[in-house]
């Protein structure tokens, strides 16, 4: 990142927030907005690369279950991504207001939340009234 005149760094939003139709293309959209928004916040290569893949986890879920099988998806049917930054840690949240999991078969065999909880330090799935929260955290590296 390159410093502005007099040694201080361009401003660097604090967080993200980044809404999609809940259908294959969010996968990658949603990944690539995480793994930008880290990068931009001192994660090196392999800490992008896990958000990444941990947010693509996370997203095809959404894709896979969240509002039913099949392509046929309602109307409005959304995944929404936030993340937040600070000096120490960076937090992801995916979001959908979908029937949630766990009420019908799996053909991934729960792998996807095996993953996510890997990479991440910390995991927490939410599932009430209406949707699934997933929040990630990251540790970021210590600023020299």
């Known amino acids: 990142m390159s410093k502005r005149p007099g040694g201080t760094e361009p401003h660097r939003p604090r967080s993200l927030s980044v809404t999609a139709s809940a259908s294959p293309a969010a996968i990658a959209e949603l ?7 880290a990068a931009g916040h001192g994660a ?3 800490l992008t690369d896990d958000i990444a893949l941990a947010v693509s986890e996370a997203v095809t879920n959404v894709v896979k279950y969240a509002y039913g099988p099949g392509q046929a998806r309602p109307a409005g049917s959304k995944v929404e991504l936030e993340a937040e930054a600070d000096s120490d840690w960076l937090e992801v949240r995916i979001y959908d207001r979908g029937a949630g999991f766990g009420g019908g078969p799996s053909d991934g065999l729960g792998l996807g939340l095996s993953i996510m909880a890997s990479l991440s330090a910390e995991l927490t799935i939410v599932q009430e009234g209406e949707g699934t929260e997933v929040r990630m955290r990251f540790p970021l590296p210590a600023v020299r």
């Open 44 to 46: 090196d290569k392999k």
């Open 31 to 37: 990944r690539h907005s995480a793994a930008e928004f």
